[in-house]
């Protein structure tokens, strides 16, 4: 074990992880990266695998927003976005503006969970303003929306939420989703046999409900799901009758990563609230926008003091050189002709799937769509006790890819631009690791 290792796991709690395990599998020394690769201290590279964390929407070390950054950097690094402006962050805004027309007003923050707290909290303090009392959240069963108290209270995942059920407020989920594997499923276009039940459960927690919260069309830390488009039409079209706010978050989704800009254009919707984050600055700076509709942001609108006023804040709310990233992201997107690349990778990402599913008779429910391609182990030495995912995992390290996987589901969610080299060898290391694993 080295110095630095050794340094590390004697003061440094990492995120998402259960610290024992690093005694057996410790931390990767990264030195660099570049592209999808991430390259260690004893001279191999790794297969970014999963954008680590699904963030690095153009792969790491991009020359163009590392120039950027760097003019940036020349003008000014960070001023208190409260009662300032400047040129950089109003670009951005009508950049961000323009994706979801409808939404014309952005609210920044830091990370993904706040951004997805600012909005439930818009929702109710909205409602409150127009007088209706209506404080219930609805969101969707397998959902995760971040780590606050009022995100975690949102997401159905227990492994987050359980050892903090006592301080979550109640929240109410929608069940019997109508998933789908792929867009040719006949339950993308066309979810009426399941529509009746799903609008029943809605209708009786109408009472009271504020919003409903979702991550539009993929699901991630639930298992990486993607469920029907026009169930999402159908559900606007609800929350619209009831007067009830949507609320999608698009942390994940947002910029390319279903193949779509944003995963509500799938249904041709836009919510009343849209967050965005990951890709915002393609995994560069921590930053995420709250997009919101013209009638909400009118509802707090007035003279101050009269309980109008929205006083969340962020200390890097706005921040210059997050922004500068962001606003040349998105000009790579564009110019790179990013979507059109994601829609040219996903017959290779889907086949790739296919293939280790066969190959190994160990993946069931192949499913992809955009750049996420998915499958769950099963069989013998699977199952929550067995950890054949985090198994798996460590086996790919090895074999030169990083693939941390969700519980027994293994997937693929490399940068957006990767090339189909880096996918033939992704299906070869990941086909090698479950078949060392479980045979």
Known sequence: MSDLISRDLKHVWHPCSQMRDYEAFPPLEVVGAQGCHLHLKDGSRLIDAISSWWCKSLGHGHPRL?????????RFEHVILANTTNDVIVSLSERLAALAP??????????????????????LHGKKIQGSGESRFLALENGYHGETALTLALGDLGIYRE???EILPPVAFLRGLPYVDSTSHPLWTDCSEVWPALEKQLEENLAGLCAVVIEPILQGAGGMRFYSADFLRRLRAWTRERGVYLIADEILTGFGRTGTMLACEHAGIVPDIACLS????AGWLPMSAVLVSKEIYGLFYGDYGHGKDFLHSNTYSGNALAAAVA???LDVYRDEDILGQVRRNQPHLA????RVAAATGRLKNVRCLGAVAAADLHGPGTGSDARAGFRVYREAVSRGALLRTLGDTVYWLLPLNADPGVISELEGITLASIRAVLG
């Open 66 to 74: 590392k120039a950027a950054l760097s003019r940036q950097m020349d």
């Open 327 to 329: 606003l040349e992201a």
């Open 163 to 165: 050892a903090y059920r």
């Open 278 to 281: 990951k890709g915002l600055t």
């Open 351 to 354: 086949a790739a799937m296919g």
């Open 102 to 123: 409808g939404l014309d007003h952005v609210f920044y923050a830091g990370d993904g969970s706040t951004a997805v707290e600012v909005a439930a909290k818009l929702a």
